[in-house]
């Protein structure tokens, strides 16, 4: 479905949810000559990213500010079909309205993958934004997702019987997905919208992927990515990518799955690695990921080919 074609209204529980959007049109939103967001399904190094930036003194660089947890719902229900783009775009400047009040920066970054349904919406309400999606393998984000906690406790419950906070695909129903189909649908949505966006948008779209920008033998495309945010040659050459801030714990998959931050990190490992998944695992997520991996580059091993045949 179109974005023109979604419905102007939102679902009844959205509408419910308190203080989601106030009355009136959207009210443009000027924090900087240029705003960046950092998109993406998320376990894709955006708190590194944030924090890097956050070292130059020109540069206004936040990770998932509040509030931004309730706007997942938004966006699945956005690509689910539910949501106009324009009811979206109200949406976004009421929740940044408050947090960006006071701003006034050169640069204004926000990496944040719970925004990353209103790609469409940041021209509506911000001057000049750039969208910086940020793709990672499908088999590696599912093992991280899982392994954050995604599927167990209270988060778990919450992404099988709250409407919205997990995306669906059409024909199936929310409380019946495991931790595989739950990620795999997520990574699959989000990252063909975010696709389309740029094939639509190509001037304010670049697209990197995860494990070229964290090669820890080259940051020659960290650095690109950088640049693409907004920031001088200058600027990056000032940056240490090795300060304390910005340093997370290496283990098990990349710098990014078991941060220093505890709220953040992968306690239990629930999923392990795809090279040790059943072979009906893999098929699975090849089912749904399969055409985008190969348009990424991902699931050229042959043991994957072998496995998924």
Sequence with gaps: MSSDAKPRRAPLFLRLVPSQLSAGGVKRLHPAPRTTFVLSTGRTGSVYLADLMNQLDDV?????????????????????????????????????????????????????????????????????????????????????????????GLRGFLNKYVPYLAYTPEGKKQRQLDALERGA???????????????????????FKFEEVFDKKNKSEMKRLLKACGLSTKQISELDFEDRSTQHAQSGFSILDKPQDSSNSSRVERMKKWREWSDEDAKRLQVVCGPLMKQYGYGNEPEWRKTIR
Excluded at 100 to 106: C, H, K, P
């Design 60 to 152: 206004v660089s936040l990770h998932e500010p509040k509030p931004s947890r309730i706007l997942i719902a938004w966006t699945s229900a956005f690509l689910e079909g539910h949501v106009s783009r324009d009811y979206m775009s109200a949406v976004l400047a009421n929740k940044r309205r408050k947090l960006l009040a006071d701003v006034e920066t050169g640069l204004y970054v926000e990496s944040n993958n719970f925004i990353s349904g209103f790609a469409d919406s940041l021209e509506d309400v911000f001057d000049n934004p750039t969208v910086i999606h940020v793709v990672r393998d499908p088999r590696d984000f599912v093992t991280s997702q899982t392994n954050r906690g995604d599927s167990s």
């Design 185 to 207: 649908y997520r990574w699959e949505a989000i990252n063909k919208y975010l696709s389309d966006y740029g094939n639509r948008n190509p001037n304010r779209y670049h697209y």
